[in-house]
């Protein structure tokens, strides 16, 4: 089975929520609760989209972003932030990290799925 999101998040709630709202379109999802474990699954599955948190337990989501961007496997997702870190250096640093969108928490979820679906056009 191919997954369309890797959502790397460690509000089990929030994840939770956006999980159910692309379920519920027809978009696969996998769930990571921290950055080590959404690293692995990102490289296992190769999701299409990965919606990645910023502030994770144990490795930033700015890291993760770098990693997987500049990794091996020819396999390059697409990295859409979704944080509280709203500063103006937090969008530069997403920009300079790799990511591909930024949308600040709390964000509506109909913005979220409109953001993902172009994404995923662009990839089929």
């Known amino acids: 089975m191919t997954i369309d999101v890797l959502i790397i998040e460690d509000e089990k709630a929030l994840s939770e929520l956006v999980k159910v709202n692309f379920t519920l ?6 769930v990571a609760q921290n950055g080590s474990e959404g690293i692995r699954f990102a490289y296992k599955h190769k999701p299409k989209v990965i919606l990645l948190d910023v502030r994770l337990p144990d490795i ?31 969008k530069e640093m997403a920009r300079e990290s790799g990511g591909d969108a930024f949308l600040e928490k709390p964000f509506e979820i109909k913005t979220l799925l409109k953001t993902v679906r172009e994404f995923l056009d662009q990839k089929r």
Do not use: H
């Not at 379109?25 to 996998?30: A, T």
């Open 25 to 30: 379109r027809n978009i696969s999802v996998i």
């Open 60 to 90: 930033d989501g700015w890291e993760i972003c770098k990693k997987l961007k500049t990794g091996s496997d020819n396999y390059m997702p697409i990295v859409v932030f979704l944080t509280a870190a709203t500063q103006k250096s937090d």
